[in-house]
T-cell receptor, first 111, second 114 residues
Framework: DAKTTQPNSMESNEEEPVHLPCNHSTISGTDYIHWYRQLPSQGPEYVIHGLTSNVNNRMASLAIAEDRKSSTLILHRATLRDAAVYYCILRDSDLGGPLVFGKGTRLSVIA | DSGVTQTPKHLITATGQRVTLRCSPRSGDLSVYWYQQSLDQGLQFLIQYYNGEERAKGNILERFSAQQFPDLHSELNLSSLELGDSALYFC?????????????FGPGTRLTVL
């Protein structure tokens, strides 16, 4: 079973920041937090990952709570191309490489 | 373009038949994963190979099998097909299959079983 909880859907206006929340209250100390997204009719694509500290890359930022029980993916300026299903995934040392996808959050971006 | 290729893009077949899906990983990636995406089950991990050896197994049916060849391409074989096997099948590859490894997904093969 997926160990994360995300809202089913969210909506954002174009060019506004978007904060996508994820709860993972049973996270263990060695679990990495990964975010992937799936654009319509495409395979999933990597967005960002982190362990304890906040992370930034060209696509997004990842804010991780101090107790690591939740995290937030931040898209600084949503574009129409960001409309996708966003998956928050924990990767643990027991499972290793495979990604365990939950239902994710479907993000709609309004022009 | 992720660099992962999958063939064919679409496959339509009948119940009871057998099909083979093919995946070519990104250059230099040693690990290959197969995932199934259906409307009711979402994205589910099937199996992982690393440098020709099976590394992890997920919700893969006994009717399904896979292998990774010396040139690192992989094939997923689905036999005795049922209507419920209709789904999108994605292949992903990564450098070494580790916890922080990025997985790059192919465009998928859409299988329709009639």
């Amino acid at each position: 079973d997926a160990k994360t909880t995300q809202p089913n859907s969210m909506e954002s206006n174009e060019e506004e920041p978007v904060h996508l929340p994820c709860n993972h209250s049973t996270i263990s100390g060695t679990d990495y937090i990964h975010w992937y997204r799936q654009l319509p009719s495409q395979g999933p694509e990597y967005v960002i990952h982190g362990l304890t500290s906040n992370v930034n890359n060209r696509m997004a930022s990842l804010a991780i709570a101090e107790d690591r029980k939740s995290s937030t993916l931040i898209l600084h300026r949503a574009t129409l191309r960001d409309a996708a299903v966003y998956y928050c995934i924990l990767r643990d040392s027991d499972l290793g490489g495979p990604l365990v996808f939950g239902k994710g959050t479907r993000l709609s971006v309004i022009a | 373009d992720s660099g992962v290729t999958q063939t064919p893009k679409h496959l339509i077949t009948a119940t009871g038949q057998r099909v083979t899906l093919r995946c070519s990983p990104r250059s230099g990636d040693l690990s290959v994963y197969w995932y199934q995406q259906s409307l009711d089950q979402g994205l589910q991990f099937l199996i992982q190979y690393y440098n020709g050896e099976e590394r992890a197994k997920g919700n893969i049916l006994e009717r399904f099998s896979a292998q990774q060849f010396p040139d690192l391409h992989s094939e997923l074989n689905l036999s005795s097909l049922e209507l419920g096997d209709s789904a999108l099948y994605f292949c992903a590859s990564s450098v070494d299959g580790g916890l922080t490894d990025t997985q790059y997904f192919g465009p998928g093969t859409r299988l329709t079983v009639l």
